[in-house]
């Protein structure tokens, strides 16, 4: 953390202890390794501390944005005002028969060699999925055949105005790369049912495939899909009929090899990406006349841009 600006004491904090970085660099946590600075930062480690934050973002009328460990953002390289609020500290796994509930910073991959210790399984085929067990699951991640939602039980959610609810698994609130939670609501902890099995050896052989298979080059060196895939269409199946964007202004590009991911090159900012992903879109959109919605988190402009884009092809269609 850079410039520390508050330090709380107990009387304004109930967490206490809590500060708030100001000028943030989004490009130390983000995957991307692009992007600006966050105008105000917090990590808080416990729901009482993500607390004591809300209300203090809410004092001062700061707008919030929430990340988990920033596999899956993009942010522009002039910054973001407001909050910034990362759950990757707010960590804890309790295992009771077969219920592993998690606080929201641990990571999916972590959960799953934890559980697999424990004698339960059900999630090895996310193996090698990066970040946490909440970003996880406010997309609903999903690989080979299977997803978070298959194992999701109920979730605590604190909402901006610092109320805690709980959602229990109810079947139609997920669906593929989607899930039930939206913007405003910050998931503090995720039960998970799993099975009991006594084939751990055969269960952590499974999840190392699923990992490997995850991380065979050039994989690593991507930041995971851009787009939500159709429910009858891969996206990376539009984006390569329609013709890949290759400009020699943009230091990134959708892969031949994975046609739903960028990879990009030395000294690529973020705006250069974003710039890839809008013309990638319209391309789409014109060839195909389907319009893409990103599945990679955009936040500050990025998302206002890209909230602009989608309004005007709906014109167009209209
Ligand atoms: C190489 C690579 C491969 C991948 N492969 C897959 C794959 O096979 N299948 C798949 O489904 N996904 C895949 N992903 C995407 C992956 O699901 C996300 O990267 C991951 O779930 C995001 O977790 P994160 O903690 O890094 O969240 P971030 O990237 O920090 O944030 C992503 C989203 O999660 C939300 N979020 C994070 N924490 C919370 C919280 N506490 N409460 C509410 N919302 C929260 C944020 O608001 C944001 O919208 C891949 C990504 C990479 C980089």
């Given amino acids: 953390m850079q410039n520390l600006v508050y330090h709380f004491s107990m009387q304004s904090m109930k967490g206490g202890g809590i500060t708030l970085a100001e000028d943030f660099s989004i490009k130390e946590i ?9 105008e105000f930062y917090a990590e808080p480690r416990t729901t009482d501390e993500l607390l004591s934050v809300l209300h203090l973002a809410s004092e001062r009328g700061l707008h919030i944005e929430v990340i988990g460990a920033g596999s899956h953002i993009l942010a522009p390289e ?21 219920l592993l509930t998690a606080g929201p910073g641990e990571m999916l991959d972590g959960i799953i060699n934890i559980a697999i210790d424990h004698n339960l399984i059900g999630l090895e085929e996310l ?91 050039p994989c690593r060196r991507c930041a995971g899909e851009v787009f939500r895939d ?28 994975q ?18 992903i809008l013309k990638t879109a319209e391309r789409v959109y014109e060839e195909t006349g389907i319009m893409l919605e990103p599945s990679i988190t955009l936040l500050g402009s990025f998302r206002e841009r890209w909230k602009e884009l989608s309004q005007q092809s709906h014109l167009r269609k209209a």
């Fill in 30 to 38: 983000s995957l991307f390794r692009a992007g600006g600075n966050a």
């Fill in 259 to 276: 046609s739903n991911c960028i990879f990009t090159y030395e000294g690529c900012t973020s705006d250069e990406i974003f710039s890839l």
């Fill in 127 to 217: 193996g090698g999925i990066p970040g946490t067990i909440a970003g996880a699951l406010s997309i609903n991640a999903s690989a080979n055949n299977r997803s978070i939602s298959n194992a999701f039980f109920y979730a605590d959610y604190v909402t901006t105005d610092g109320r805690i609810h709980r959602r229990t698994f109810y079947p139609d609130t997920f669906s593929l790369q989607d899930s039930a939670f939206s913007e405003d609501e910050i998931i503090v902890n995720v039960a998970l049912r799993l099975k009991h099995s006594k084939a751990t050896a055969e269960a952590r052989l499974r999840k190392e495939k699923f990992v490997e298979l995850m991380f065979i080059p």
């Fill in 230 to 257: 159709l429910a009858d269409m891969k996206a990376a199946d539009l984006i390569r009929q329609a013709g890949f964007i290759r400009d020699p202004g943009i230091r990134a590009e959708f892969s031949d090899y």
């Fill in 78 to 98: 002039s910054g973001i005002s407001g909050l910034l609020i990362s759950t990757r500290s707010m960590k804890g796994i309790t295992i009771r028969g077969d």
